[in-house]
C-alpha cells in the first residue's frame, strides 16, 4: 500500500500544480532523500559484492529518507480517491493470496484477515472524510450526508479519522517495544 501511495505521490509531484501540494523546497527535500535513499542501498549492495551480511544496519543512515517516504505514501493513500483504489486493488490482492494458498494447502488465515481488514478500511475511508473533504460526500446519498452531517456522528467521524490516521504509527511503536522480547533476546539465548 504505501509502494502505491508514493507512486501516487510521484505522479503528482511530477504532474506539477495544481496537482500537487508540495513546494519547491519540499520537492528538493524529497530529492535528496531519494539519493540518500539510493546511496543507502548502492553502498549495501557494494559492501555484499564482498561479504555477503544481509544485516539491516547498514540502512540505518537512510532511516530518515525511509521514515519521510512511509509517511508520504500513507498521506496518499489515504486520500478518497487513492484510498479507494489501493482498498480494491487490496483486495484482490487478498483474494488471490487466499485462493493460492488454498490450493497449495497452506492458507495462512491471519495474513488474509489483515489484508482484507486493510482493503475494507481503504475502501471505507472516504466516509471518514465527511467534514474534512467534501468531494467523496457530495458523491453520497442525501440522507446520508445528512446523516454525517449530525454533531454526534460528525464527532465521531473525528474521532475514527483520527484513530485511522494514528494506527499505523502506534502499531510500529508497539512493535518496537515487542522486538526485544520477541526477536532479539530467543537469539542471543540459543
Request: glycine share 8%; net charge positive; aromatic share 14%.
Amino acid at each position: 500500500m504505501l509502494f502505491l501511495g508514493l507512486l501516487w505521490a510521484l505522479v503528482r509531484l511530477i504532474s506539477g500544480s495544481p496537482d500537487t501540494d508540495m513546494d519547491e523546497f519540499q520537492s528538493w527535500a524529497l530529492g535528496l532523500f531519494g539519493l540518500i535513499f539510493l546511496a543507502a542501498i548502492a553502498s549495501y549492495a557494494w559492501y555484499n559484492v564482498k561479504f555477503v551480511q544481509h544485516q539491516g544496519r547498514y540502512f540505518f543512515w537512510a532511516m530518515l529518507a525511509i521514515s519521510t517516504f512511509v509517511a508520504l505514501g500513507w498521506r496518499e493513500v489515504m486520500q478518497p480517491l487513492q484510498g479507494v483504489i489501493a482498498g480494491f486493488l487490496a483486495l484482490v490482492l487478498g483474494g488471490s493470496l487466499a485462493l493460492m494458498q488454498f490450493a497449495s494447502g497452506n492458507l495462512n488465515k491471519w495474513n488474509i484477515f489483515i489484508l482484507v481488514l486493510i482493503a475494507l478500511f481503504l475502501l471505507c475511508q472516504p466516509l471518514l472524510l465527511g467534514g474534512v473533504n467534501d468531494y467523496p460526500v457530495r458523491r453520497l446519498p442525501l440522507g446520508l450526508r445528512k446523516f454525517m452531517a449530525r454533531p454526534g456522528i460528525a464527532s465521531a467521524l473525528t474521532l475514527l479519522r483520527f484513530c485511522a490516521w494514528a494506527t499505523p504509527f502506534a502499531l510500529l511503536f508497539l512493535l518496537d517495544l515487542l522486538i526485544p522480547q520477541l526477536y532479539i533476546a530467543p537469539q542471543l539465548m540459543s
